[in-house]
């Protein structure tokens, strides 16, 4: 197992230990490289009545696809923080018909201010394809809070 | 059991049976007078890694809440349409550490396009509250299209 295979599972026991939902869905890590991270679940949890991937599905993938980004830069940086989503929005684009995978490209987010006890606050934006075809776009506000206050 | 009772046991069962996420989070309409729909969930299922409500859940609960009230509004209506979400935004004000609220209010929404085929479009705005603090704020479009189509 690789460093980055090592980080992206502790991350998934992160998720499924510490929020059911995110092992209800089976949401998953696959890949960090070049300063993009990507996560996916499969269909069959997160289906809605129009036997599509539900709208709330989407949305949680989204969110924790972000905040993953987060949690993996925070490692990096060797740096700790609370990392919570103080807002964001969604535009749903097209439904998901296949295996769904979330996108998000971290842009020069500075967290060097944790480490000086101050919190940061990143606007990231997540991107949702399914067979290729972009079906969702995400942005949210997420803050991370120093770990001593 | 009441008319409405009977309706929002409907409601859950759709809810339950057609979005496997809702019954594992255990969502379930609480109330429907006045135009106003309330809907809750247990926090057990729905808790992140501090231990309050997970943002995803927290996010689905307030979307099924509108989904809810539109799916109320056309079985009142006697109309039927798809109901989906065109996109959504929200806004986390403070931790939810009780059972959670959620509520909205019907604001003169007109949906007898759908009786002639064709498609309505409403905004809905949700609240949710935890021990009677407003904690989440959340605004969804929501497209409801003709059965038939």
Request: proline share 6%.
């Amino acid at each position: 197992m690789t460093p980055v295979q090592a980080l992206l599972q502790e991350l998934q026991d992160t998720w499924h230990q510490t929020i059911p939902v995110s092992e209800f869905m089976q949401i998953c890590p696959r890949r960090y490289a070049s300063d993009c991270f990507e996560a996916s679940a499969p269909l069959p949890p997160n289906l809605n009545l129009h036997q599509t991937m539900f709208a709330g599905s989407i949305y949680t993938l989204m969110t924790l696809t972000g905040w993953g980004m987060m949690w993996l830069k925070q490692r990096e940086a060797g740096v700790e923080g609370h990392i919570v989503l103080a807002d964001a929005q969604i535009r749903y684009l097209a439904p998901v018909t296949g295996t769904p995978l979330a996108r998000v490209q971290w842009q020069d987010g500075d967290l060097s201010a944790l480490a000086e006890g101050r919190r940061v606050k990143l606007s990231l934006t997540v991107e949702l394809f399914s067979s290729g075809t972009l079906c969702a776009t995400f942005t949210g506000l997420y803050a991370s809070l120093p770990a001593h206050t």
